[in-house]
């Protein structure tokens, strides 16, 4: 707040564990009321605070409400008759088991339903709807801000959605360190090497796989930092991710896909930005044995990055060349992150200098 010049009346204060996991009802008592409450009383036309930054020692997750009695009997009917249809698939011929495999993925889609499953998120992205009147917990709910919803029409969007980013790491040494990098790459600019690490070979024509249109998007972004003129680009087409030692100089990243296993292979400029494509690379922030992107990422030195809580799906992840190409563009981080970013109470974090703007030096000196 110091080095920000936020005055010290838009600290909100709350009281809750410090685990980084949290009950959706302590979650709603501890955290979205207060939080709520100061909003309703400082702000109540919404026009005031745009952003809620989120410290170190905040929850990450909350978890689905808990089950009730007759939710547990009904899962565990529908767990019967799952294994009796998979019982049964197994010993049709292949090929003439087509119905008992559509059965069986409406029986699995209604035990996710019923058990809650997809009703947890990350704090953060939750936390952004604290001012919807009420929302559907169920799956994800789409960004009104994200470029990709412009001019169409999305059922179920939220109106009321904060911009949402967090101050976090293993230790507090982390995020002193992530606000002094920010302010220095601001003051000096961000100089290094932009890493891509696509998975393969880019792919022309419409007929693309949702994984192919984002290794494609990788590439795009590749080609985009190139042209700017900012910094030497190297992408890496192959499937294998870069080894130990051949990314020195990191300031940009983003690649994928190596599932809760950080590959050292960079060594990371001050103020570097970049993000791990991967099912699990925000699922604990805490010092400890876990090599999840996220963490190792701050630990070896990243001022930003993101990633989920849980698994988020790929369509969940930001557009690769919407986060990079607004960076470049001389917007803050959060900016970036919210035009980027498809969903809202659903799994991503944003880690880092909400207001941290790795290209200014460069935009100022063109003015």
Known sequence: MEKRRVPIQNMILIKTATEEDIGREKYEKEIAEPVRDFLQRNDPEGKRF???LLLHGVPL??????L???????????RAQLSSLKEKAARERPGEA???????ARIENEISRVSKVRQGASVDSEIALVMENSYSLEGWLPNRYFVGFRGKSVPGMPQKALAVCRLDGPTEATVYRIIDDSLFAEAHGLAGKAYFDARWPEKGGKDLSPYQIYDRALHDTARMVE??????????????LF??????????YCGWYSLGKYIDAFTWVRGAVGFHVASSECTTLKPGPSTVWCKKMLEKGVAATLGPVAE??????PQPEVFFGCLLDGNTLVECYMLSNPFW??????IGDPLYRPFRPFLEKRE
Do not use: H, N, T
């Open 50 to 52: 745009l952003c809620l």
């Open 98 to 104: 087509k119905g008992l495999k559509d059965d069986i």
């Open 243 to 252: 080894e130990p030692g051949q990314a020195p100089d990191a300031a940009l």
């Open 61 to 66: 997750r909350v978890a689905p409400p808990r």
């Open 227 to 240: 042209k700017s003129g900012r910094m030497s680009v190297v992408l890496d087409e192959r499937e294998a």
């Open 68 to 78: 009730g009695v007759l939710d547990e009997m009904r899962i565990q009917k529908l």
């Open 312 to 317: 988020p799906y790929l369509q969940s992840f």
């Open 345 to 350: 109470s659903w799994q991503m974090v944003l």
